[in-house]
């Protein structure tokens, strides 16, 4: 005999089914959304903006290179924070998959609590997550499941939204990306060089992708850069990488000075430079 769900666990199911209490997100009301915010552009360009002073969600028509896209975006007025945003087909089905991303990014954004990382409790948890997103990113670049962003975390698409969220407005910001990873050895007491991870955003031939460049700790020498799609899927290639690149951060040159990170060339013994020098030399 098939058990019944709870009452309450049916309701939370439905409210995913509807536009707002007893108004279901059938194909008519979801391509009369999509109209609201064709109009808007058309007259403006603008957005179609639901909420209050405090939160709102924000429908916008984007075109790229002739495509057209719905970029929903959830926003905090009070924190002058951008929770969550996304482009999604202009259909009726992406624009069901926006109201449902949307709806999860606000409740999850209405739990958040104060970061311990911060005794003067300026710094929040990042939405659906246990501590504050750097908190977060740094663990997550040191973490070793593929599946987890930190211990007991799993990646799921809700969360790797709210960091890309992060990025963009890191990047609408002053166009920097964002810095993560720590030096482990020096909280140790000891000095060690590690990676360090910086994720941020580029306009790649009018297409947004995600650049992950990691350094070696302390210094500008590059180890890793690439750029990944700018989803879900692409942030969380782009975390597991950063964590292969820090735990093969190569040997640093023994003839370089002691304040120089320059590391070994593949299969050498020095950096380029010194195996270079000598050859070099009249």
């Given at each position: 005999m098939a058990s019944t769900l709870p009452a309450a666990v049916w309701v939370l199911i439905k409210s995913f089914n509807e536009i707002s209490p007893g108004v279901l997100a059938t194909r008519r009301n979801l391509n009369s959304i999509l109209m609201a915010v064709e109009k808007t552009f058309q007259a403006g360009p603008g957005y179609v903006a639901i909420g209050d002073?405090?939160?709102?969600?924000?429908?916008?028509?984007r075109v790229d290179?002739?495509?057209?896209?719905?970029?929903?975006?959830?926003?905090d007025y009070d924190l002058d924070m951008l929770v969550f945003t996304q482009m999604y087909p202009w259909t009726a089905d992406g624009c069901m998959c926006a109201l449902v991303d949307a709806k999860t990014a606000a409740a999850d954004h209405s739990r958040r609590v104060k970061c311990g990382c911060d005794a003067h409790g300026r710094v929040w948890t990042a939405s659906g997550m246990p501590k504050c997103l750097r908190c977060i990113m740094n663990e997550a670049v040191e973490h070793s499941k593929n599946e987890e962003?930190?211990?007991?975390?799993?990646a799921t698409h809700t969360r790797l939204h709210v960091i890309m969220a992060a990025v963009m407005t890191a990047y609408e910001a002053d166009a920097e990306p964002m810095a993560f990873?720590?030096?482990?050895?020096l909280q140790e007491g000891v000095s060690v060089d590690e990676g360090y991870v910086r994720i941020g955003v580029k306009d790649v031939g009018g297409v947004w992708r995600l650049q992950l460049t990691v350094y070696m700790h302390a210094s500008h020498v590059v180890l890793f850069r690439e750029f990944y799609p700018w989803t879900p899927e692409g942030m969380m290639s782009a975390i597991i990488d950063a964590r292969g690149v820090k735990n093969?951060?190569?040997?640093n040159c023994?003839?370089?000075?002691?304040?120089?990170?320059?590391?070994?060339?593949?299969?050498?013994?020095?950096?380029l430079r010194c195996m270079l020098n000598p050859c070099l030399q009249p």
């Open positions: 002073s405090h939160r709102a969600a924000d429908f916008e028509l290179s002739g495509e057209w896209r719905l970029q929903v975006s959830v926003r962003l930190i211990p007991g975390l799993p990873g720590a030096d482990r050895g093969k951060v190569p040997v023994p003839s370089c000075p002691a304040d120089v990170y320059m590391p070994r060339a593949h299969g050498m013994p020095k950096c």
